[in-house]
């Protein structure tokens, strides 16, 4: 898929409908994605970033239609993962000389990846490179997510090509912000914060702050994945640094696995008694062996607290919840509380060990939490009724 943004800037990149798993297994895409390239036509012609290398060949031929590979005077690597440098490969072989603009760590991840010595120029914050009547100025931005990111800023038309930044695994015919449902789109983009960039929120305001003070208007935002931001693009520049900033909202997100409903029922009392304190409290519970991990920690990712429960299972805690847990400690999110549960019928250690691995998360332990035996009746689920009640007025 082509088309023109303006007059010397096309699309070239791939929008992948049937994309449904990101990161191997790890990031579920229900509404896909897209692999975003530009090319632009100055006195030099620039391409910046590839797409995944399923794609790679056909990115090539498609871009054959648009251009003579040989008019292409400099490729721009902002950032080398492989679902953005995946066609390069295939690229190279047919313009083996071209220079390749990116990072001393992105020269090393293209090279660790594609064992190739290509013609890499090594750029840093504030180098620029001249295509004629505009230039393109290099923003080092590392670890936005990966060692070797950075955006780059064409002047003229201003606009900040910032790959991974503000991006969004989100397929759609509409490729810009204001032709598409904004509440979908910001579901995506939160998700995608949540899962992919929290841990380096401190690294997204200070990013965030110096491109501020460089003092470079911006009319347009071009990510590497999902719509182009060219309705108020600086709206979602806001909302980064509101996520960044220890984000939360109004919510209590209730996470458990269950092997015969005694946990699944704590788990709905829990929610009972949190209602019962605060019915304006957003609560939301997921089955972690059924429910879709992204959305779960998009959902994390939103509340001010979390109950995690679980039965005990040989002396531990059920798998689903051990991944989910492992997620949340990985991701180092900020300002929130949490809380176990949990049913057993012999030793029962899962909510004392779900609440140590809060502790690890990060996360305010607010209460010992609550352990059942067996399958409890309505007497007994009043205890986690109480357990509600405890969360809700914590909050308060």
Known sequence: MSFKINETITYVGKIDWELRNFHGEEYKTKKGSSYN?????????????????PFGREFVAKLK???????????IMNHNEVDHSGALPFLMEEIPDTPIYCTGNGKKILQGSYHKDWNFVE??????LNIGSRELIFIEARMLHWPDTMFCYLTGDNILFSNDGFG?????EHMYNDLVDTSELYTEALKYYGNILAPFSKMVTAKINEIVKMELPINMICPS???????????IVHKYLEWANDYQEDQ????YDTMWNAT?????????????VNPKLTVKLYNSARSDKTEIIGEVFRSKAIAVGSPTVNNGYLSSIAAIMEEIKGLKFKNKKGVAFGSYGWSGEATKLLNEELKKAGFEVIDDGVRLMWTPDESELAQSVELGKRIAQNLQ
Do not use: C
Request: charged share 30%; glycine share 4%.
């Open 123 to 128: 750029v840093k914050t504030g180098d620029r």
């Open 264 to 276: 699944r029922k704590m788990a709905e009392s829990i929610a009972a008694g949190i209602r019962m």
């Open 225 to 235: 994945h999902g719509v182009i931001w060219r309705d108020n693009p600086l709206q």
């Open 65 to 75: 239609q648009e251009i003579d590979l040989h008019e292409i005077d400099y490729i």
């Open 37 to 53: 390239s530009y090319l632009i036509r100055d006195e030099k012609t620039v391409l910046i970033d590839t797409v995944w290398e």
């Open 252 to 255: 209590v997100t209730v996470i």
């Open 168 to 172: 969004q695994h989100f397929a759609s």
